[in-house]
């Protein structure tokens, strides 16, 4: 148990919890939105709270990382945890902020099965942040790591799709550019999450 | 006074007041130009002059870091400060040659309003990065970064401002493609800018 | 000779050069397709297959690397390589994919020219990174990064000139989009090459 080599005053994997639960909030909450088809100046504004509060607490990891000598793994990996958690939530916040700005209304099925998949990614995420604290759990963070794998395929070839079908059938060229912007944003927030198994796969196999 | 740690013949200090004064040189001169609304082939190639300029500052420093064994702060934190005030040349420098392969002419008001906070925010990056000297600078320092945070933030609201009337107001789509590209990358000066404070907070962070 | 250092169980030199032959590979087929104008299901699935043994290798880096303790150069350093080497492989493929998922059919000699700039270069990047088994190659690895640097600025020549002439005389904005992002992606190939002479200077500069 890597656990005992954590300096009592900073528990990074409680800042780790907190972060990815913020994460989870923000695709929770987008997909609720695009499932009612609506962002208004207020749903927009709950998003950027919960993108504020992410923020904080990669703020907060760092600056934990810059003063604390040992840590439960490598600072590279602390770092870039911290940096791609809070990449989610921003990622998510900027395709709320984007949809508003491009004054799209009205449900896009395209983007709700997006938010679907991106919800369900940023879970596995969850389980295999959360996992970290504990070498027992090495079995259920790896299969959290080969569900994002899956989510991240899955979202390639929802982009594909998708990129085929506006190309093909949207005329107005003014909105192919807003949602071909749209849909490869929301495919990038599988890219980060994959990501983060990258990061995962590295303290795994240092620890072991 | 972490100064004293230098080795003699590398002033990695001078390196980056150089650096910085590459970049806020290209700040000041993309602001003349956007300003007179013509850039010709000549003042595109003195812009790339300066480029060019900031661009062998930053190999030296990255050529003195791999020779170097002692450094006034974590290499990690000089190789990012190295690349992103090259990053900000850089991008300076893309959006004018861009402005010129599009043929773009007259004066755009916004990439005025864009180029006046970037030349704001790479003056108070300068003034972060020459406080790096003496801990003494700490309050100027601090400051400087808080006003590039704001900076950022107005240039965020810029963007979403310049983009809705973009999308609102330009029918031609060809000119929607070259303008929503060119103010996306005057936002990014300003993102790099923020990078900057990162890098500064660490090591700020590091040294107390 | 710094071969000496190598844990005997890992060979990093045969993991890096393995990766830059898939690169290579990608490289070929790419001038290949590009070249006959036709980029069927087929040739799709073959340059994918490429791109994941390339992928594979370096998922096999990063896993030693994390294994390993002794390492012929700084891990920082093989860790970046591995992901520049991977990043070729994958540019090359989404160029591939992306042509096919926006029907673009036909030769286009544009991109013809990319391709051919990209094989040289990537050819360069083999050289490269083959020398690296021993400081005795010093002389031919920096004749390849020269070679590689200067294909990246006829590169960023090529696409402001293709850029130029698209926007004069492409009236259909649809296209523009996609040719456009082609474009920017084949250039950025040569980038991503470039970026693997930064990591081999600082190498070669560490071994000095």
Not at 27 to 46: H, M, P, Q, T, W
Not at 88 to 111: C, E, P, Q
Not at 196 to 203: K, L, R, S
């Amino acid at each position: 148990m890597f656990r005992n080599f954590l300096p009592k005053e900073v528990n990074f994997f409680e800042l780790f919890e907190k972060q990815v639960g913020f994460a989870l909030e923000a695709a929770v909450y987008f997909k609720e939105l695009v499932s009612k088809g609506a962002i208004d100046e207020e749903s927009l504004k709950n998003m950027h709270e919960i993108e504020h509060k992410a923020d904080d607490v990669a703020h907060d990891i760092i600056e934990h990382l810059n003063k604390t000598f040992i840590t439960p793994f490598d600072r590279e990996d602390i770092f870039a945890l911290a940096k791609q958690l809070d990449d989610i939530a921003d990622m998510i916040y900027t395709i709320t902020s984007r949809s508003r700005v491009y004054k799209l209304t009205g449900v896009n099925k395209n983007l709700v099965e997006f938010a679907s998949v991106i919800e369900d990614s940023v879970r596995a995420v969850t389980c295999a942040v959360k996992g970290l604290r504990s070498m027992k759990n090495l079995k259920s963070i790896n299969e959290a790591c080969v569900e994002i794998n899956r989510l991240e395929n899955v979202g390639d070839a929802m982009r594909d799709k998708v990129f085929m079908e506006l190309f093909e059938t949207e005329k107005d060229p003014i909105m192919v550019i807003k949602l071909k912007e749209i849909y490869q944003d929301a495919e990038t927030v599988l890219d980060i999450c994959e990501d983060v198994t990258h990061v995962v796969g590295a303290i795994l196999v240092k620890q072991a």
